[in-house]
């Protein structure tokens, strides 16, 4: 019997691909005066090809930037300090987070997220999605020393919640991080689809969030 729902974060509850297009569109009208030299459109496109979709930090991301475009009025340390404090307030949820949650409550689940990522930052997202205090637990792998797919930030999961693996069911887009990490662990994997990976092997494979209240009959 499910007791208890984990999510992964980026690309399962928060639309991080929308997210990242907001900001980095926002930080080039907030910053134009520095950035404007660079066309708009090559700014946007160029930094969310060195992102990678997250799993590039940004230090790295934004020095590239200023050495290829040669700003000179801000130094890479400034778009990063940029990044950390303005990120959040481009955070786009998926379709039907909120609804999900509340149905998943009124089931009597316990909520938890396990999160790569570092610690302040992914808990601004978290605040500024508006979902903390749905959740039981939160683990972020800069806090807890420890990152997906390692089997101990799980086991630490389930140890918090005084829960069997069997017990819990994790969904994730990453297949090998989220889906086949939770699985070899015993729990029920749940893959949210993301168009980036096809045939991916999981338990169930969701569109919608809220297809998950389902699973948890």
Request: charged share 30%; with cysteine.
């Given at each position: 019997m ?5 999510f ?8 991080r ?12 009208e907030r910053?134009v ?7 708009k ?15 590039v930090w940004?230090?790295?991301v934004?020095?590239?930037?200023v ?8 130094h ?25 949650l ?5 089931k009597s ?7 790569n ?5 992914q808990m ?9 205090e749905?959740?039981d ?8 020393g ?5 089997k101990?930030?799980f086991?630490?999961?389930l140890?918090?919640?005084n829960l ?7 969904i ?7 889906v086949?990490a939770?699985m ?20 169930y494979?969701?569109?919608d969030l809220?297809?998950i209240v389902?699973?948890v009959?």
């Amino acid at each position: 019997m499910i007791k208890a729902v984990l999510f992964d974060l980026d690309g399962t509850l928060l639309n991080r691909d929308a997210s990242v297009a907001q900001f980095i569109q926002n930080q080039y009208e907030r910053l134009v005066d520095s950035v404007g030299h660079i066309p708009k459109e090559e700014y946007i496109a160029r930094f969310i090809e060195l992102d990678a979709r997250g799993y590039v930090w940004k230090d790295t991301v934004y020095q590239q930037i200023v050495k290829e475009y040669k700003i000179t009025k801000f130094h890479w340390e400034d778009l990063l300090k940029d990044y950390i404090e303005e990120f959040k307030h481009s955070c786009v949820p998926f379709p039907n987070l909120i609804r999900m949650l509340d149905e998943l409550k009124g089931k009597s689940l316990k909520l938890g997220i396990i999160t790569n990522g570092q610690g302040k930052f992914q808990m601004d997202n978290i605040k500024a999605l508006g979902i903390e205090e749905y959740f039981d637990i939160i683990l972020v792998s800069e806090w807890e020393g420890l990152k997906k797919p390692d089997k101990r930030i799980f086991e630490k999961a389930l140890h918090r919640l005084n829960l069997s693996a069997s017990e819990a069911m994790f969904i994730g887009d990453h297949p090998e991080n989220d889906v086949k990490a939770s699985m070899q662990m015993g729990m029920v994997g749940v893959w949210k689809r993301d168009a980036q990976w096809s045939m991916v092997e999981a338990d169930y494979i969701v569109n919608d969030l809220i297809e998950i209240v389902d699973l948890v009959i």
